[in-house]
């Protein structure tokens, strides 16, 4: 009885199903190349409602249905086209499997592929010929994700995070709603085809946010070709490459992160990609597109963003949120004089605007009801209602002194009603040397001038009593004399 690899099978139905499109295989595209593009020319007209802000940046007509490029550090909005559609993202639902992968394994663990993992995915779809009983570690199955875009690599990762597939997509889903996602459901761990799997531009930027903070998934997401090797617990020997055409050199891009493909002939192209420049960390997703224009709206977008916006932090230009420290009290290491105010801006928190505007040109307001450690403020910018950026309001603390005191600060310059946290830390004060000799030696100073002075004061007063008493005396004198010489002895 003859036995073939699985990766063989693989090969030869990937074969079966090119010949079967001359062959008139049903397996065919829904409608014909002539209506695709009629179709991605008549979404080029679809609004952008980022170009409805009054002396915003005009952005691209590109033909993807709906798209989005957003800051991952801060949320900020640069350009928004339909972005809470509700859109099958294909394979890019893998950034979201990789995710929680990252999050919440260990890279050097071993990942089984169970019968389920392997056969429950169509055999000519995206995949690396894993067959059941192999194992590879966590990170060459998230290389095997990113590269590959290997279907059966991310059911295994899922069962090996959640126990089961089914119960690794729940945690998806919850894990979705915790990042602020609204517009997704989503029924599978790699983004095969299915009516109730779905999610918008919007909600997938704020996954790929997540995503592209994390050092390592940057490296692997952007990674052009992986060299699997063999090993005891899998025998073969073979390269992946990389589709997305920005990573793989094809269209070469300056800034480039990573980013993740896909397809589904219900989804077209789909893409997500991360670039940064010039401060700016953007993610770029479009949604609904054909193929080579997934690329070139992107690149069209990333040439937008960080050509017609700029960086600005908000602690060096903001003016109307002066926090000054009052009397002695102020909090720091160096207790001669280099100590800091005990609220001020972090100094790290920037808002991204139009290169055409300034930051006076902002609005802001600020919100009391933060409760997170050192916090007690938030203050928001915006830009004709659009959100631009936030910064914090800080309590700062220092426990490198000695020079500690048990106190709560109460503060008479802003109004401000502060939550404490479930577990409070205690914050250290420190006293300001040398403002507080200062001030003693002016007090000391002006005491003994009054001291000086009231003196004066009261030896002027015995003085002038002194004179009055001796000129009383001799009234009296002159009145006896007088008196005696009325008289002839």
């Keep these: 009885m003859l036995f073939f690899h699985k990766k063989m099978v693989c090969a030869l139905l990937a074969c079966s199903v ?18 695709l593009e009629a179709d991605a020319e008549a979404r080029k007209l679809l609004p952008i409602q980022s170009n409805d802000i009054d002396n915003w940046p005009v952005g691209p007509a590109i033909s993807a249905e709906s798209a989005i490029l957003m800051d991952a550090n ?10 809470h559609k509700k859109s099958y993202p294909a394979s890019t639902t893998k950034l979201l499997t990789c995710l929680m ?47 590959a875009s290997a279907n059966e690599v991310a059911n295994a990762v899922g069962e090996y995070i959640s126990g089961s597939i089914d119960q690794f997509v729940s945690d998806m889903n ?18 095969l085809h299915d009516a109730n799997h779905y999610t918008s531009a919007y909600d997938l930027a704020l996954i790929s946010n997540r995503f592209f903070q994390n050092e390592m998934l940057c490296k692997i997401g952007n990674t052009a070709r992986y060299h699997f090797e063999p090993t005891a617990t899998q025998p073969d020997d073979f390269y992946k490459n990389n589709k997305h055409r920005m990573i793989n050199g094809e269209i070469p891009y300056e800034g480039i992160l990573g980013g993740k493909t896909g397809y589904t002939d219900d989804a077209r192209q789909t893409l997500v990609t991360c670039a940064e420049r010039n401060g700016m960390k953007l993610v770029c997703v479009v949604f609904k597109e054909e193929s080579p224009r997934q690329f070139t709206d992107t690149v069209e977008l990333f040439d937008y963003g960080f050509n017609n916006f700029q960086v600005m932090n908000i602690s060096e230009n903001e003016d109307k949120y002066q926090i000054e420290a009052s009397g002695f009290l102020q909090t720091g290491n160096d207790i ?15 808002v991204i605007i139009p290169n055409t505007i300034s930051f006076s040109d902002l609005d802001s307001d600020i919100d009391y009801s933060v409760s997170s450690e050192n916090r007690i403020a938030q203050i928001r910018y915006s830009y004709h209602d659009s959100y631009v950026g936030c910064a914090y309001l800080d309590l700062a603390s220092d426990n490198t002194s000695s020079y500690d005191f048990d106190t709560h600060i109460e503060t008479t310059d802003v109004s401000v009603e502060r939550t404490e946290p479930e577990s409070p830390q205690t914050t250290t004060i420190f006293v300001n040397v040398k403002k507080v000799l200062i001030g003693i030696l002016i007090f000391g100073g002006v005491t003994i001038l009054l001291f000086i002075l009231r003196a004066l004061i009261m030896n002027g007063q015995n003085a002038r009593r002194r004179r009055n008493k001796i000129k009383r005396k ?16």
């Design 101 to 147: 992968a990252m999050e919440q394994g260990n890279l050097d663990d071993m990942v089984s592929f169970s019968h389920e993992a392997v056969f429950s995915v169509p055999g000519d779809g995206s995949n690396m010929g894993m067959d059941e009983g192999e194992s590879i570690t966590l990170e060459e199955c998230l290389y095997g994700i990113m590269v």
């Design 174 to 191: 919850e894990y979705a709603e915790q990042l602020g996602c609204t517009d997704s459901h989503f029924m599978n761990t790699n983004g």
């Design 474 to 489: 001799q009234i009296r004198k002159e009145r006896v004399r007088s008196s005696f010489d009325d008289f002839d002895f």
């Design 18 to 35: 090119f010949v079967g499109g001359f062959l008139g295989n049903p397996i065919t595209a829904h409608a014909t190349l002539e209506e």
């Design 74 to 83: 801060t949320g900020v909005i640069l350009y928004a086209k339909d972005i």
């Design 336 to 350: 001669f004089g280099s100590s800091k105010p005990i609220l001020s801006i972090d100094n790290d928190s920037y």
